[in-house]
């Protein structure tokens, strides 16, 4: 699905993960749509999280919004409001480990370096680097 505008989100017949798809695309073009982006992914959080309450298996769907809507926060230099959300998909990306683990802890790591909190910002890219990367087939 070609996502160019929020009006993809709302599509008749776009499932419920098809529509947060094209929220965090939209919301993906922050520096073009500003304040727009944010409500976007905000958005994306809310319909996510709903989602990954009924269907649990859509739970990196949740940790992806949160990521990018702290993203977002965190280059409008609101990293206090950034921070519960990178924390939250820290700990929803710890039992799938791997790759989304490590972009979370990563992406808190940026969190708190922006909160000048240097030693958790440390802890959290050591924590990140002692992550595995899976074995090639």
């Known amino acids: 699905m070609t996502r160019n505008s929020p009006d993809d989100?709302?599509?008749r017949g776009?499932?419920?993960a098809e529509a947060i798809e094209g929220?965090?695309?939209y919301a993906q073009t922050g520096s073009r749509w500003g304040?727009?982006?944010?409500r976007r992914a905000r958005q994306a959080v809310a319909r996510s999280r709903a989602l990954a309450t009924e269907f649990?298996?859509?739970t990196a769907l949740l940790a992806?919004?949160?990521r990018l809507t702290a993203r977002?926060?965190?280059k409008r230099g609101k990293a206090v409001e950034a921070l519960p959300m990178a924390q939250e998909a820290a700990a929803l990306t710890r039992a799938m480990g791997g790759a989304p683990l490590?972009?979370?802890l990563m992406h808190l790591a940026e969190v708190y370096e922006a909160l000048h909190r240097y030693s958790e910002a440390a802890a959290t890219m050591a924590e990140a680097d002692r992550i595995s990367p899976p074995e090639a087939p």
């Open 9 to 11: 989100a709302t599509r």
């Open 35 to 38: 304040g727009a982006a944010l």
């Open 56 to 58: 649990p298996e859509h």
């Open 14 to 16: 776009t499932s419920d």
């Open 102 to 104: 490590v972009t979370s």
């Open 23 to 25: 929220l965090l695309a």
């Open 64 to 66: 992806r919004s949160l």
């Open 72 to 74: 977002l926060l965190l």
